[in-house]
């Protein structure tokens, strides 16, 4: 792997709280919210399934992506 450019330590640290922040627990808090408000939407009517499928897949691939990344690069060499 490259290494890192010289000065570029603020700016990992950086995008490393960043990463904490979205993937911690305020974001895992926020997207049971989505899928509750979604889900009940869509028992009442409100919402098509199709929307339903879309926020609930979104939440799969927002967690996930470390596993599905570390399953392209193992298959890829």
Same mark, same amino acid.
């Given at each position: /792997?490259? &290494?890192?450019?010289?000065?570029? %330590?603020?700016?990992?640290? #950086? *995008?490393?709280?960043? %990463?904490? $922040? +979205? +993937?911690? &627990? =305020?974001?895992?808090? #926020?997207? $049971? /919210?989505? $899928?509750?408000?979604?889900? *009940? /939407?869509? +028992?009442?009517?409100?919402?098509?399934?199709? *929307?339903?499928?879309?926020?609930? =897949?979104? $939440?799969?691939? =927002?967690?996930?992506?470390?596993?599905?990344?570390?399953? =392209? %690069?193992?298959?890829?060499?």
């Amino acid at each position: /792997m490259a &290494q890192d450019p010289a000065g570029s %330590q603020p700016i990992n640290n #950086a *995008f490393s709280w960043m %990463q904490g $922040v +979205l +993937l911690g &627990q =305020i974001a895992t808090t #926020a997207a $049971v /919210m989505a $899928v509750a408000a979604v889900g *009940f /939407m869509m +028992l009442t009517g409100r919402v098509n399934w199709r *929307f339903g499928a879309t926020v609930i =897949i979104g $939440v799969f691939i =927002i967690f996930g992506a470390a596993s599905i990344v570390g399953g =392209i %690069q193992s298959a890829a060499g």
